[in-house]
């Protein structure tokens, strides 16, 4: 049993006690302090599932799976939490200077860093996203998607202006629709088995049990994760949500949140459902995928604001997680491997990327005052930083090597076009010309002569060179072996055998 | 006999959830909700599920009513929206419908009897030292659900601070009436508030062998603390108090720290220390009831208002 399972949903609580007990910048440093810990303790389980070659795990209690909850990180969980906690951790540090200097002034909304309600915020999306990432056991999944719920609705009405309230609204409600949806199949599951241990479940429904109850059951919780993970149609309220946050936020609901119901989708899929009814689902999530990259990407190329064009894009890009799931579950041959590896690592840059970009698009917005694209011609002579960590970001998204993106697209088209699904070949390619287009014209635009003299002032260095490192971050995912990557099916099939004692 | 009671108790229940939506004032509907919420709690009492029933009336019927009648004084009188579709009831309706017989169905072909873990629990729980399987449950089984839904409730307070006008969250919510109360609130609340406590407490109490425990007595102590509020007995208090955050964070946080106490006693965490189960389980329940009780409350007042010049 390993002890930092169980620290790496809780030590990031710790830190919500100074930060309702003691002043605002004693609590914000220690969050930060924790944000660090959390990548330093997620660090140490990924090392250690590489190390050990197989999945850790924990009884929370001492009580084994059925009765008690287990916690367990495979190769795919851990990778997902490394990554979260990284851009939880950045994310963190640039919310908490103010623009121009490193001195914040409180209590100056607006002009200065993030207020500590947005760190206690993110403290418990670390624990939420750990938690979802590490629980086996359906009912945890739901409160672990009930906590991150909570902690990213306020997120995106912190400033408290009309807009912001009704987007935060819709999600909530799109949200709170998804809890209920996701809970009505676990409580289904529940009445037919008895357990509701993911492993315990795979066992049982591998043998068929279940019948057209347990395909019910899946597809209730299923259309309940794509509501909270914004899939095609249900993407609704993602684009008012994501775009009208303060920059910080949108960045972590943009690259962080919508994954661990993805996560969940996957988990569901790949290890629960037995094979031949994850055959018949994986094109119904393919289409809703495709839907999602051609309509989402068409929409972003008309969006006149640049949060909002990044907002669609997330939108779109989502689609191709659920490529994966049809060209994962075709076959046990080495490309449905490559498609696993392929969407994983789509995940992982994408987080990355996404990141950098609404970060560089907050600090682009808050050097000319608006994000209107029509005026943000030259832009890029205030801000190269942040225009520059915006257009690497970009690469990923447009599946331009060298970038995580690329590899990703390349192992999902590789896969697809070795299986003969010419279509999900076709939508990959179209989805990254729709990329570019909307990437591009960004970049023309800030790099274009001014119209009009620009105002004087220039970017944030100091948190324009934070977005810029998770662009790199995005590119150093692209020096991946175009292989399946060993390390992510460690650990699977899901088991509790030499996991527990 | 029971018979004709559930049946009536069903039909009942249809009639009140199709009053909840047919009826057109926001008001009138919040109070066809609340009375909806107290059958629906007679129906898990049929169900001999006590601990639910209990729930349902003090959260889902109670705690929900009194927040939704709140928003509905806050919204205009007259709302300005335009009048929906007229296509939209009649396919609403059918999609509900629909919906419910898909469930039906789903929940009919269920095997029967129903695959449980009750048995594997009614194994453990004598070494808990516990009477009420729900109470094991909840604090020692599956004690990491519950741990993390008290944190769930203290984020769903800091979303409700997150709309104050004051990013520091500092302040006094709003009262919730300007006038003084009138005279038979405040006697109310001096009358009901004593016997109220003393059920809330009660029901903390009874809940380590009977049906109880701290989320319902939780909700009866913030009923009770919202009671004297409405009299005008208690002054609503300040955000930024010390006091008010250490009870905020003693049910969540004491009970963590009980789980970290847990790998030097029981060498796991969230293991209790053996021998003294039953001690510490209760010790848990007392400060998670005391969170409970302070955030309700706190959630009902609304977001502060900010600091005050005085």
């Known amino acids: 049993m390993s002890a930092l399972l169980v620290l790496a949903i809780t030590a990031p609580l710790l830190g919500l006690v100074p ?29 250690r599932v590489a190390q050990g070659g197989r999945a850790l795990g924990y009884a929370v209690g001492g009580f084994a799976p059925p009765l008690g909850v287990g916690l367990r990180a495979d190769g795919f969980a851990a990778a997902m939490m490394l990554m979260a906690a990284l851009v939880l951790l950045f994310t963190g540090l640039f919310a908490m200077t103010g623009p121009g200097d490193m001195t914040r002034k409180v209590n100056a909304r607006g002009s200065a860093g993030m207020p500590s309600t947005f760190f206690i915020l993110l403290l418990s999306l670390a624990c939420a996203l750990n938690l979802a990432f590490l629980a086996q056991d359906l009912f945890t999944l739901y409160v672990a998607l009930e906590l991150l719920t909570f902690a990213a609705v306020p997120l995106v009405c912190l400033e408290g202006k009309a807009g912001q309230l009704s987007a935060a609204l819709t999600y909530l409600l799109f949200a709170l629709f998804g809890s209920v949806l996701y809970l009505l199949g676990v409580v289904l599951i529940y009445g037919l088995f008895g357990t509701l241990d993911i492993a315990h479940l795979a066992g049982l429904m591998a043998h068929g049990a279940g019948g057209w109850t347990a395909a019910a059951a899946l597809a209730l919780m299923s259309a309940g994760l794509m509501a909270k993970a914004a899939l095609f149609p249900l993407h609704l309220w993602l684009p008012p949500a994501h775009s009208g946050a303060p920059p910080a936020a949108s960045a972590v609901l943009s690259a962080v949140v919508i994954k661990a119901p993805l996560f969940l989708l996957v988990r569901l899929w790949s290890d629960l459902a037995p094979l031949p009814l994850a055959q018949v689902a994986g094109p119904v999530f393919a289409v809703c995928g495709a839907a999602a990259i051609v309509f989402c990407g068409v929409v972003a190329l ?58 560089a698009a907050g600090l682009i917005a808050e050097t000319m005052g608006h994000d209107r694209l029509s005026g943000l011609g030259g832009v890029g002579r205030l801000a190269p930083v942040s225009v520059a960590a915006f257009g690497l970001g970009g690469l990923s ?38 990329a570019g287009g909307y990437v591009l014209r960004v970049v023309v635009i800030a790099l274009q002569h001014p119209d009009s003299d620009l105002p004087d002032v220039r970017e944030c260095r100091w948190r324009a060179l934070i977005a810029l490192a998770l662009a790199f971050g995005a590119m150093l995912v692209g020096f991946m072996p175009l292989s399946p990557l060993p390390f992510l099916e460690i650990g699977r099939p899901l088991t509790w055998e030499s996991v527990l004692p | 006999m029971s018979l004709l009671f559930d049946a009536v108790l069903c039909l009942l229940l249809l009639a009140g959830a199709l009053g909840v939506v047919a009826t057109g004032a926001a008001r009138a509907a919040v109070i066809a909700f609340i009375g909806y919420g107290l059958l ?36 205009p009188a007259t709302p300005k929206a335009p009048a929906p579709n007229p296509l939209l009831r009649p396919l609403a309706a059918m999609v509900s419908i629909a919906i419910a017989v898909a469930l039906g169905a789903a929940v009919l072909a269920l095997p029967e009897p129903a695959p449980s873990r009750a048995a594997d629990v009614a194994t453990a729980l004598p070494a808990t030292d516990l009477g009420n399987p729900v109470t094991g449950v909840l604090l020692v089984f599956r004690a990491l659900d519950t741990l993390l839904e008290k944190v769930v409730l203290l984020l769903s307070l800091v979303g409700v601070w997150a709309l104050s006008r004051d990013p520091a969250c500092r302040g006094r919510p709003d009262p919730l009436s300007l006038e003084p109360a009138p005279a038979p609130s405040a006697f109310l609340a001096r009358v009901l508030a004593p016997v109220g406590v003393l059920v809330g407490l009660y029901l903390l109490w009874a809940g380590a062998d009977h049906p109880g425990g701290a989320f319902q007595s939780g909700a009866v102590l913030a009923a009770m603390g919202l009671l004297l509020v409405m009299g005008d007995q208690i002054r609503i208090p300040a955000t930024q108090n010390r006091g008010l955050r250490l009870m905020l964070l003693a049910g969540p946080f004491g009970f963590l720290a009980v789980g970290f106490a847990g790998w030097a006693t029981a060498g796991v965490f969230l293991g209790y220390p053996p021998g003294a189960e039953k001690a510490v389980i209760i010790a848990v329940e007392v400060a998670i009831t005391l969170s409970i009780a302070v955030t309700l409350g706190l959630i009902v007042l609304g977001p502060p208002a900010g600091e005050e010049r005085s």
């Open chain 1, 19 to 47: 930060l309702l007990l003691l002043g605002p910048r004693t609590g914000e440093r220690a969050a930060l302090g924790m944000l660090a810990v959390n990548v330093a303790i997620t660090a140490g389980i990924a090392e």
């Open chain 1, 302 to 359: 008309a969006q006149e604001r640049l949060k909002l064009l990044i907002a669609y894009s997330t939108a779109a890009q989502i689609g191709y997680l659920c490529l994966m799931f049809p060209l994962a579950a075709s076959s046990d041959g080495p490309w449905s491997a490559l498609a696993w590896t392929g969407g994983t690592l789509h995940l992982v840059s994408h987080a990355l990327s996404k990141a950098a970009m609404f970060l």
């Open chain 1, 397 to 434: 998204l447009m599946g331009l090597p060298p970038s995580g993106g690329f590899v990703a697209k390349v192992m999902l088209l590789t896969s697809a076009l070795q299986q003969g699904s010419w279509w999900i070949a076709t939508v990959v390619l179209v989805g990254g010309l729709l």
């Open chain 2, 40 to 75: 629906l709690g007679l129906a898990w009492v049929r169900l001999a599920a006590v601990d639910v029933a209990l729930t349902e009336i003090a959260i889902g019927s109670g705690i929900s009513g009194v927040v939704l009648l709140r928003c509905v004084r806050a919204l």
